[in-house]
């Protein structure tokens, strides 16, 4: 008769090494028309409809793309616990095309004739206002694009601000060795326990991220801070305009 001995799932994982690590998210972005309704056909808090946007999907919108879920074992508390190094967050972040219909919209400004280039010049200073103020025709998708990005980069600091609270709730989900079979069904378990938790942790941030948006000002801050795009462009204009001479 052979005798098999079937290994516990905490002598198949391997060891826990240290404290779990802070985990790391990438962000995808989608284009708006990736969502349905399209949210460049939706008018904003200005009743109009957005030049271009930035947001987080909602989580039903999808926005947590899946997570690979590690189980160790645990050799002090005798349990199986998780770590998660790499997760991904879905956002929208785009320019609603359909929207600048009206404008000419410049993709290159080396492609701007001179008299084209003094009259952009007038359109460009109208770049630091939040709607962008035009007085001949001229939207700089770049311009638009830095504002949407920087809406980005104010997310992206909200969720650094939060994955230390969601490592410490990651670190304390367990699972007795006892609980499950196998090494599979403690990382389908974990990961089941796990989900809420990245669940809240988007809330959360979402959440904090509302509030610096609805701050009073935000939006024309925002813009203004894209002032090192503007003046990059206003200097070409400057010379396609000017031929190269000092005015
Ligand atoms: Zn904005």
Redesign the pocket.
Known sequence: MRIILKRSPCEEAPSCQGPPLLPSPSFQELSPSHLSPDPCTVPGKTGKLPA???RPLTIKEGALSSFATLPCYDQQSDLLRFTVDNFEINVVLGICDNNLSGWDVVHDVATLSQAASCAALIDISGHYK?PVEVTYRYVFREILLA??R??RADFETTVGQWLPDLQKKIAAVAVKCAEVQSVTEAATKGRNKLIPLFYSFLTSVVGSYKQI?NTQG??ET??LSVDSEIRKLRNKLLTQCFGGSTP
Do not use: N, S, V
């Open positions: 271009g946007l930035f939040y504002h949407e920087r809406h948006t935000y939006e925002t813009q």
